[in-house]
Structure formats: structure tokens, C-alpha cells
């Protein structure tokens, strides 16, 4: 069986040369022009970066490697007697574009269980912190604190060669996708449970997910773990130019090290206009529950949402930067909703159902969004708590766990390819004025 080193140093070359060529006979071409209006518009639909794993079109959605996610789902591997894509695989496939072998996805799955466990500093680190502490804040701190021990910056400063680059930045990216794992069960741990001096040790015939859920408590409901595997397969990865991805993308590129380049994503993540979005999905839809019941009327919901309007605030989970459709991440969290029975009937799921078949109408006649569709964070959280994980706040670090394995995938392209420091031009209102004049 080849490993992922031994298939991404097969590969690295002839993806090295694409990018040769591309710049030799491409280089001087245009993709468009940029706009005033782009410029102060937070950088909305300009081409500025180079990001292999996934492109987002904004009709159809996502796709990995050119596969859309039902055909991830088609063609990923999945744990022994289950259904839902093991992130393990989807980690493989972002890294290398090629769906792994099912031995290859089961040593892939031992290698990063065997990584899973975190340096005692660490450790200590994360008990130190006050319980009250956001999650995501305490997420940050543990995944910087892992720069600890990085390959890649040790190698760094021992003068390794650029072309060695990526190899490192490998072994670093595949200790903090599985040690993230780690980090958000103990953080769990000790922010709602009493602590995690008796947190289950990793069981290594297991993987990142069924590991995760025991570790948090729930790892004998089945759904649960297929939910978690599915839930970490899904935020991987959504092209380069969203916050989380371009901050690795960002931080990276001043050869910062894996845990350092993640770390400061998940500071983007928790922002309530991205990752953090979920959890105000789910105060959002227990707050319409608590208001009009289980089984509110459309029109009911309707006038909810115009009442949340009409306040000055957004809806959370829907609306997104680049999509203009529902979101197919959203469809996939809803299909497993609707075909387990038991989160079927669960009458904040269906909240979220109700709530799905009214918002773009009222998001259009409201004039203000350009896309009136659900995006990914207006699902999962439903799923999350239904199956007992309902302390809201927590529910950006699953996101984090999932959005370390796209990132990080790109990152450990980025040093393969070589590229740049990233520097765009900023420009003031005077030095615009003077441009357009
Ligand atoms: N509810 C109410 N108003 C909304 C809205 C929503 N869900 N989505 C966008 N709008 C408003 C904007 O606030 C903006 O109003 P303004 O002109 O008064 O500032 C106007 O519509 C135009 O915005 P846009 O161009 O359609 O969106 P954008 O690209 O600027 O922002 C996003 C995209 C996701 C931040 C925005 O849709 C939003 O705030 N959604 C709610 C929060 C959310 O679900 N975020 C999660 C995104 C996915 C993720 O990263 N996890």
C-alpha cells in the first residue's frame, strides 16, 4: 500500500510543471479587471489566488477535485458498516485528488489516530483555561500552543532547502488535523463536564470521529459518530477566498508553520459571519421555538422572520458570499436528517425544515441578500443538538476539527509549489480618486 508521502512525491512533480507552464505561456494574461467597487467591497469575485483542493461555483455548489458532494459520497470510503464519508478519506482525497483505496484510507485513518494525542504542555495549557472561556478562543490557544514541537519550523531554522518544504508541512499538517480531534474533546471536556483528567485514552482501531465522540460522551449512538463523520467531511474545504482558508492560505505564506497558519483561521472562523454562524442558527431557531411552539404555522414563521428583519439583524444561515442556491452542504446535513427516523421527528430539526421552505421567499420580497438560500451552518446545529450536544457554543469547534483538513491540505501544496509571500497592492481613497480621475 503507498502512503501518503510516497503518493503526493509522485504527483508533486507534474503538478509542479502544470504551474511552470501556466506561467510561462499564461503569465501576462488577464482574468478581468477590478472594480472600485471590488476594492472596497471586501475583494468580492476577484480571481487573486491559487487554491487546488475545491472550486465553488455559485450555481451548483461545491466540488472537490472536480467531484460534486454526492459524488464524493459515491466514491469516498466509508467507515466499516456505515454510510458517511470517513473525513480520513476526504483528507486523503483533498490532499492528493485521488480517492484512496480502502487500505490506503484504513493506514491513513492508524497513522492519524496515532497522532492524536497531545504533548502534556498542551494539556496543561487548555485545563489552565477558565471554564467561561468562548470555545473557539480556547481552540486558538491549543492549536498554536502545538507550534511547540513543529517539524517544520525546527527544519526551518536548521536551513532546509525550499524544495523540502512540503514534507514537513506535511507531518505537521497531519499532527494538527488529528491532535484538533484532541484538543476539541478536552476543551468540551472541561468547559461542560468536569474536566478532562479522566478523558478516554484513543483507541487506535478507531478512528478521528468514533474517538471524538467517545471521548465527549457520546460515542455509543452510531448516529451520532455518522453524523460527526459526515459533519468533518463536508467543512473541509469551500475554495480559497472564505476567511478560514485564506487566513491558513495568508499566515502561511510567510512560511509561519501549520499550527501557527491554523490557529489564526480559527480566529476568522469564530466570527459570527462565518464559522460561528451555527451557533446563532440554533439561538436563532430555539428562540422561534421558545416563541411560537413546536409546530408553528408558516405564516407564524414568516412574521418571525420579519420581526428579526425589522430588528436590524441578519438570518443566520442564510445568505452566502459567492453561492447564489441553497447550499448543497446544507442538502447533504438535511437528507441525513430526514432519513434517520429519529432525527426526522425531532421537532428542532424540523423547525429548521419549516424554516427552510419560507425564509427566501420572505429574504426575496426583504430585497437585501443577494442569495435568499440556506447555506451550510443552517442545518447542522439542529443535528448536533438533537443527538444530545446541546451546549451551542461549542458547535464552530466541530467546524474547526473539519475546516483544518481543506486548509491545511492547500497548505502543504502551497510550500510544494513554492509559492510566494502573499503581498496585494492596498490603495487609500486619495490614491483611488487618483487612479480613477
Ligand atoms: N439576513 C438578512 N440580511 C442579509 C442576510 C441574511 N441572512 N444575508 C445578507 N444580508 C444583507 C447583508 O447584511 C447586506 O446588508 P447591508 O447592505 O445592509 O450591509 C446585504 O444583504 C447584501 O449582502 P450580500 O452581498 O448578499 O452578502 P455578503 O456577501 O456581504 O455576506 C454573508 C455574506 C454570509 C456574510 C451574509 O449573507 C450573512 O450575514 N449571512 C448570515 C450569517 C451566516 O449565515 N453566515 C455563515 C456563512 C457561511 C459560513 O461561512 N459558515
Same mark, same amino acid.
Given at each position: 500500500?503507498?502512503?501518503?508521502?510516497?503518493?503526493?512525491?509522485?504527483?508533486?512533480?507534474?503538478?509542479?510543471?502544470?504551474?511552470?507552464?501556466?506561467?510561462?505561456?499564461?503569465?501576462?494574461?488577464?482574468?478581468?479587471?477590478?472594480?472600485?467597487?471590488?476594492?472596497?467591497?471586501?475583494?468580492?469575485?476577484?480571481?487573486?489566488?491559487?487554491?487546488?483542493?475545491?472550486?465553488?461555483?455559485?450555481?451548483?455548489?461545491?466540488?472537490?477535485?472536480?467531484?460534486?458532494?454526492?459524488?464524493?459520497?459515491?466514491?469516498?470510503?466509508?467507515?466499516?458498516?456505515?454510510?458517511?464519508?470517513?473525513?480520513?478519506?476526504?483528507?486523503?482525497?483533498?490532499?492528493?485528488?485521488?480517492?484512496?483505496?480502502?487500505?490506503?484510507?484504513?493506514?491513513?485513518?492508524?497513522?492519524?489516530?496515532?497522532?492524536?494525542?497531545?504533548?502534556?504542555?498542551?494539556?496543561?495549557?487548555?485545563?489552565?483555561?477558565?471554564?467561561?472561556?468562548?470555545?473557539?478562543?480556547?481552540?486558538?490557544?491549543?492549536?498554536?500552543?502545538?507550534?511547540?514541537?513543529?517539524?517544520?519550523?525546527?527544519?526551518?531554522?536548521?536551513?532546509?532547502?525550499?524544495?523540502?518544504?512540503?514534507?514537513?508541512?506535511?507531518?505537521?499538517?497531519?499532527?494538527?488535523?488529528?491532535?484538533?480531534?484532541?484538543?476539541?474533546?478536552?476543551?468540551?471536556?472541561?468547559?461542560?463536564?468536569?474536566?478532562?483528567?479522566?478523558?478516554?485514552?484513543?483507541?487506535?482501531?478507531?478512528?478521528?470521529?468514533?474517538?471524538?465522540?467517545?471521548?465527549?460522551?457520546?460515542? &455509543? #449512538?452510531?448516529?451520532? !459518530?455518522?453524523?460527526?463523520? +459526515?459533519?468533518?467531511?463536508?467543512? =473541509?474545504?469551500?475554495?480559497?477566498? @472564505? %476567511?478560514?482558508?485564506?487566513?491558513?492560505?495568508?499566515?502561511?505564506?510567510?512560511?509561519?508553520?501549520?499550527?501557527?497558519?491554523?490557529?489564526?483561521?480559527?480566529?476568522?472562523?469564530?466570527?459570527?459571519?462565518?464559522?460561528?454562524?451555527?451557533?446563532?442558527?440554533?439561538?436563532?431557531?430555539?428562540?422561534?421555538?421558545?416563541?411560537?411552539?413546536?409546530?408553528?404555522?408558516?405564516?407564524?414563521?414568516?412574521?418571525?422572520?420579519?420581526?428579526?428583519?425589522?430588528?436590524?439583524?441578519?438570518?443566520?444561515?442564510?445568505?452566502?458570499?459567492?453561492?447564489?442556491?441553497?447550499?448543497?452542504?446544507?442538502?447533504?446535513?438535511?437528507?441525513?436528517?430526514?432519513?434517520?427516523?429519529?432525527?426526522?421527528?425531532?421537532?428542532?430539526?424540523?423547525?429548521? &425544515? #419549516?424554516?427552510?421552505? !419560507?425564509?427566501?421567499?420572505? +429574504?426575496?420580497?426583504?430585497?437585501? =441578500?443577494?442569495?435568499?438560500?440556506? @447555506? %451550510?451552518?443552517?442545518?447542522?446545529?439542529?443535528?448536533?443538538?438533537?443527538?444530545?450536544?446541546?451546549?451551542?457554543?461549542?458547535?464552530?469547534?466541530?467546524?474547526?476539527?473539519?475546516?483544518?483538513?481543506?486548509?491545511?491540505?492547500?497548505?502543504?501544496?502551497?510550500?510544494?509549489?513554492?509559492?510566494?509571500?502573499?503581498?496585494?497592492?492596498?490603495?487609500?481613497?486619495?490614491?483611488?480618486?487618483?487612479?480613477?480621475?
Amino acid at each position: 500500500v503507498s502512503t501518503i508521502r510516497e503518493t503526493l512525491k509522485e504527483i508533486i512533480p507534474e503538478r509542479q510543471a502544470l504551474l511552470k507552464q501556466i506561467k510561462s505561456e499564461h503569465g501576462a494574461k488577464t482574468l478581468g479587471n477590478v472594480t472600485v467597487e471590488q476594492v472596497v467591497g471586501g475583494g468580492r469575485g476577484i480571481k487573486f489566488m491559487l487554491w487546488d483542493p475545491s472550486v465553488l461555483d455559485a450555481e451548483e455548489g461545491i466540488r472537490f477535485w472536480g467531484r460534486s458532494i454526492p459524488e464524493c459520497q459515491r466514491d469516498l470510503p466509508t467507515a466499516p458498516g456505515g454510510q458517511e464519508i470517513l473525513p480520513e478519506a476526504m483528507f486523503w482525497y483533498l490532499l492528493t485528488g485521488k480517492v484512496p483505496t480502502a487500505e490506503q484510507t484504513k493506514q491513513f485513518q492508524e497513522e492519524l489516530v496515532s497522532r492524536s494525542e497531545l504533548p502534556a504542555h498542551v494539556e496543561k495549557v487548555l485545563d489552565s483555561l477558565p471554564k467561561t472561556l468562548h470555545p473557539m478562543t480556547q481552540f486558538v490557544i491549543g492549536v498554536a500552543a502545538l507550534n511547540h514541537d513543529s517539524q517544520f519550523a525546527a527544519r526551518y531554522k536548521a536551513g532546509m532547502k525550499k524544495a523540502e518544504y512540503w514534507e514537513p508541512a506535511l507531518e505537521d499538517s497531519l499532527d494538527c488535523v488529528a491532535k484538533s480531534f484532541t484538543i476539541a474533546a478536552r476543551i468540551y471536556l472541561h468547559s461542560y463536564k468536569d474536566g478532562a483528567a479522566n478523558m478516554a485514552p484513543v483507541d487506535k482501531t478507531k478512528d478521528l470521529s468514533a474517538n471524538f465522540a467517545t471521548q465527549i460522551g457520546f460515542g &455509543d #449512538s452510531e448516529g451520532f !459518530v455518522e453524523l460527526i463523520r +459526515l459533519y468533518n467531511s463536508l467543512h =473541509t474545504d469551500h475554495e480559497g477566498g @472564505n %476567511v478560514s482558508a485564506h487566513t491558513t492560505h495568508l499566515v502561511g505564506s510567510a512560511l509561519s508553520d501549520p499550527f501557527l497558519s491554523y490557529s489564526a483561521a480559527l480566529g476568522g472562523l469564530a466570527g459570527p459571519l462565518h464559522g460561528l454562524a451555527n451557533q446563532e442558527v440554533l439561538r436563532f431557531i430555539l428562540g422561534m421555538q421558545k416563541e411560537l411552539g413546536d409546530s408553528p404555522s408558516d405564516e407564524q414563521i414568516v412574521q418571525y422572520i420579519w420581526k428579526t428583519l425589522n430588528s436590524g439583524q441578519v438570518i443566520p444561515g442564510y445568505g452566502h458570499a459567492v453561492l447564489r442556491k441553497p447550499d448543497p452542504r446544507f442538502a447533504a446535513l438535511r437528507e441525513f436528517g430526514n432519513k434517520h427516523p429519529e432525527t426526522a421527528n425531532d421537532p428542532v430539526f424540523r423547525m429548521v &425544515d #419549516s424554516l427552510f421552505k !419560507v425564509a427566501p421567499g420572505v +429574504l426575496t420580497e426583504h430585497g437585501k =441578500t443577494k442569495n435568499p438560500f440556506p @447555506n %451550510v451552518d443552517a442545518a447542522s446545529g439542529s443535528l448536533l443538538y438533537h443527538y444530545g450536544l446541546t451546549q451551542f457554543p461549542y458547535y464552530t469547534v466541530t467546524f474547526g476539527t473539519s475546516r483544518a483538513i481543506g486548509a491545511l491540505s492547500q497548505y502543504v501544496w502551497d510550500r510544494a509549489l513554492g509559492l510566494p509571500i502573499e503581498r496585494p497592492k492596498s490603495l487609500s481613497m486619495e490614491a483611488i480618486l487618483k487612479l480613477v480621475k
